[in-house]
């Protein structure tokens, strides 16, 4: 048997595949989060296997995508696509699958959860094997339903948050280190759940400034036949109900007598073709609605999932990127935006707050708040100035503070305690 790397970690990000399309239901942020975090790590001698729930029969069960990264899929339930809120029942069987895999002899010096799933995976794991383990949450669960409760009166989720919160809870009393992206979420562990302020590390996500190439924005607009004479406003993000794409067609109904050539594209969501998903595509219909019924119908495009490869060619073909959060951790669509040197707009919301210095790097509008939204973009529409100010702004504080190398640095920092001294199985 070959000697195990005692620098070797086993991530789970189990409704979220690194290597999955950006934009669907249940692939975002933390994709993107896990993947290049697994990769600078990487090259700081941190070798990972994340494990994934396989939910597409085209996918191969293990995929390298560096030397020594690794994404591996396991089966829980039938392997199709099956929303967060119903994973529960099938985390006993994806446990069992990933002791089969590692032949029930564990090569793993530490284990490392993402979000509450991922969560009670590295939890089993850890209690199983005896090793630290560490855990992202990327959300919570009581900020989530409140703010469900709040803006969404249609939540008959009761029965899943109570399981979620009660797991994160125990994660959260047994894990050695929770990575909070945000220092507003820190503080919602410790006053939410009583957490003790010493497990918490507050360690921002990254952005990788050369996968945002600065694209003349005449190209940019050619490449995907957008009228060069438009005022564009871009959203980028899952079709969901706290991601507040309502908010964004309801201050495009009050731009359009002041703005001539406005147009908004939005980008996200399984919505075309043999492969578009069921959820995706009941909240496609309800936003469609609520644009007819905004009198924006010709104004609003839905664009669908997008390759995160050809993104930057939409970024660069913006004025203005709009994030419309309910309820935002982090965000990392906001470094994205930052890091494509266009002015940014995001609701005054947890992590979204945190990023953006209002008036300095972006700008800040409550949350929900069609007419306050509205405002700033006319404050970008009206002043070139001001737009490319906030831009420049933006991307020297993403240069000097976001770089994935930095923050694995950071996270192998907290690893290395953990594991030092540790004999391998």
Not at 164 to 169: A, G, Q, T, Y
Request: proline fraction near 4%.
């Amino acid at each position: 048997m070959e000697t195990p790397n005692p620098k070797k970690v086993a991530m789970f990000s189990i409704h979220s595949d690194p290597l999955a399309p950006l934009g669907s239901q249940e692939c975002g942020g933390q994709n993107i989060y896990v993947k290049y975090l697994a990769e600078e790590l990487e090259k700081l001698g941190w070798y990972t296997d994340t494990f994934t729930r396989w939910d597409n029969p085209r996918k191969k069960q293990v995929t390298n995508f560096s030397k020594h990264s690794r994404v591996i899929r396991l089966k829980g339930g039938p392997v199709s696509s099956i929303p967060k809120k119903d994973l529960f029942p099938v985390l006993p069987e994806i446990f069992e699958n990933f002791q089969k895999f590692i032949n029930y002899e564990n090569p793993y010096a530490l284990f490392h959860g993402h979000y509450w799933d991922g969560g009670w995976m590295a939890l089993k794991a850890a209690q199983k094997f005896r090793k630290p383990f560490v855990e992202n949450f990327h959300s919570i669960g009581i900020v989530r339903h409140e703010t469900k409760k709040k803006f969404f009166n249609d939540s008959d989720e009761a029965d899943y948050f109570s399981k979620r919160i009660n797991l994160e809870n125990e994660i959260m009393k047994n894990c050695s280190c929770i990575i909070s992206l945000a220092a507003s979420e820190k503080e919602n562990l410790e006053k939410l759940y009583g957490c003790a302020k010493e497990k918490i590390k507050v360690i921002k996500g990254g952005v990788n400034l050369k996968h945002w190439p600065l694209i003349e924005k005449e190209k940019a607009r050619n490449t995907i036949g957008v009228d060069q004479k438009s005022f564009i406003v871009l959203f980028v993000g899952r079709l969901e109900w706290r991601k507040g794409i309502g908010t964004l067609i309801t201050a495009a109904g009050l731009l359009k007598k002041e703005i001539d050539n406005l147009k908004i594209m939005v980008v996200g969501g399984k919505i075309f073709g043999p492969n578009k998903n069921a959820a995706d595509c009941k909240e496609f219909k309800r936003l469609q609605i609520k644009s007819e019924e905004e009198g924006v119908g010709s104004i609003v495009t839905f664009c669908g999932n997008v390759d995160h490869g050809r993104l930057p060619v939409y970024y660069r073909s913006a004025d203005v990127f709009v994030i419309p959060s309910y309820y935002e951790p982090f965000g990392l669509v906001a470094l994205e935006g930052m890091a494509s040197l266009i002015p940014v707009i995001a609701s005054r919301v947890d992590g979204l707050a945190a990023t953006i210095e209002n008036g300095i790097t972006g700008l800040l509008f409550e949350a929900r708040n069609s007419l306050s939204l509205k405002n700033k973009i006319m404050e970008i529409y009206r002043s070139k100035d001001l737009a490319n100010t906030l831009a420049k702004n933006a991307y020297t504080e993403i240069a000097k503070n976001y770089s994935w190398s930095h923050i694995a640095q950071q996270i192998a920092d907290i690893y290395e305690p953990l594991t030092e001294g540790q004999k391998i199985l």
